[in-house]
């Protein structure tokens, strides 16, 4: 097999609010095509570790790079790492879409509104060209019949569906998943889930938080446990789900399963 | 106990309890109402004769407009400084947010009244207006007595004044809006000047638009407090009418008409604001049914 580039690379990341050191020192590669999930209690730092690959937190020390882009620093002169203007920060984000647990549309844009949003301020797309794809991505997530709806009007579910599609208008590289079907009824679940086995068969990169060890186990090219901000086991989804090597591994799994 | 009965459950009749509470209270109000309507009809004191000369002489309407654009121009300037104040108070540095939260702190703590009559007397503290480098050279100044007229004192001490109130409404509609909004528009790659145009400002009106809307109906009303610093608005247009004859409340009954037409119609204006950017917010549109007034009468649900 060729060897492949990472497009996703963390090095020594850490991170702390106040006087909690939440990130401890993550190193963690992800391939193009893999779909890696991220497991572990709350508090684990899970969530904390996704949102420093969007820039979305400020790691504190440590590099995240997707593809070529060392994300929301820029290395000078003087050997140093200097936060990039929000202007740069954002056209690295344009790569990196994110799918939130609360969904996070925009209430008072209809689905199409929310979709084509982002393209037409951010890539300048033509409205007719935005709406073609927009109508498109909505299909795939079987939204396009809600295409005019508010999303108040919309289920869980549906709302979730639309966000990801919202994601995929940018034409992203990466996306990032952070507890996608926790807030969601468990009648809800499937759905969203079936989105998410769906773009990952078409070769999408996906990084995953999540507590669906169904999903992790079935569509996971790799399963990462997090504890106390570090990565206590990785590897496939048989090695640390079938057959984890550490106690704390074992012992979350034992409460979740 | 309950009886027991032969009847099927599917056949019983269902008698609401009677709203005697409802009824006397409705009784008093008609009662009320007729008190109100005899004594406009039958006092003579009332002299709608002369409301009815008065109404359009061109005095009023002259003074009429001046309220008008008074209220415009100070409402204009009292929200482009209040988002700058509300942003200012949000602010991470302690010293912007702390230099609007001193702003708002005099400007709400001390009577529009007073701030009308200091601006307009401004000249005794200051006398001449100049900038400059403060402690160093002066790159152009003005006679303050030149720059104060009625109508600035008037528009700087009411929109001033409102200011500080709007910065308060807009900073409680700022952060009302969800914070995944923003990171949703910054997972998004949305720039933070469009992300709070086209994002988190039409959320943010929803909550400030009714208080808002508020603020403008009683900026139309103390716009009257410039009487005192003879600036003929509305008010201070009656009062020089009546002065000379005498038809006091008739002349008044004119002014109050007049502010209520206008305030009557800034409501019918507001509604339709807020059904606008209520879009969205509903889980569905909720189709008011036409009513027989019997019905509205005791039950208006």
Known sequence: MAHLEPLVRLRHVEKSFGDTTVLKGIDLDVLPGEVLCLIGASGSGKSTLLRCINHLERPDRGRVYVGDHLIGYEERADGRLHELSRRRINEQRTEIGMVFQHFNLFPHMTVLENVIEAPMRVRRVSRGVATATAHDLLSRVGMNHKADAYPKQLSGGQQQRVAIARGLAMRPRLMLFDEPTSALDPELVGEVLDVMRGLAESGMTMIVVTHEMGFAREVASKVAFMADGRIVEYGTPAEVLGNPQQDRTRSFLSKVL | ?301
């Open chain 2, 1 to 301: 106990m309950t009886a027991v009965t032969s009847r099927p459950a599917e056949a019983d009749i269902i008698v609401p309890r009677p709203r005697r509470g409802r009824w006397v209270g409705i009784a008093v109000v008609i009662l009320i109402a007729a008190g109100v309507v005899s004594s406009f009809v039958t006092n003579p004191n009332y002299q709608w004769g002369v409301v009815g000369e008065y109404l359009f002489d061109p005095r009023i309407l002259s003074g009429l407009g001046n309220t008008l654009l008074l209220t415009a121009i100070g409402m204009v300037l009292a929200l482009v400084l209040g988002l700058v104040l509300a942003v200012m108070r949000l602010s991470a540095s302690g010293l912007l947010s702390g230099a609007a939260g001193f702003y708002v702190w005099f400007f709400r703590g001390t009577p529009v009244l007073v701030q009308l009559i200091l601006w307009y007397n401004l000249a005794i503290l200051i006398p001449e207006f100049s900038i400059g480098i403060p402690f160093g050279p002066t790159l152009w100044s003005v006679d303050t007595n030149a720059v104060i007229t009625p109508w600035t004192a008037a528009i700087l001490g009411l929109s001033l004044n409102e200011a500080a109130y709007l910065a308060e409404i807009i900073r409680s509609g700022i952060t009302s809006v969800d914070r995944g909004q923003s990171e949703a528009a910054d997972a998004l790659a949305i720039s933070r000047g469009t992300a709070f145009r086209r994002i988190i400002l039409p959320q943010a009106l929803r909550v400030i638009v009714p208080p808002t809307a508020n603020e403008t109906i009683g900026l139309l009303k103390y716009s009257s407090v410039v009487s005192v610093i003879a600036l003929p608005e509305l008010l201070y247009s009656g009062q020089l009418i009546y002065a000379r004859t005498y038809e006091t409340i008739p002349v008044l009954i004119v002014v109050c008409i007049w502010y209520l037409v206008v305030v009557t119609i800034l409501t019918v204006l507001e509604h339709a604001l807020e059904r606008r950017l209520g879009v969205g917010f509903q889980a569905s549109a909720s189709a008011t049914r036409p009513r027989r007034w019997s019905r509205w009468l005791i039950s208006n649900r």
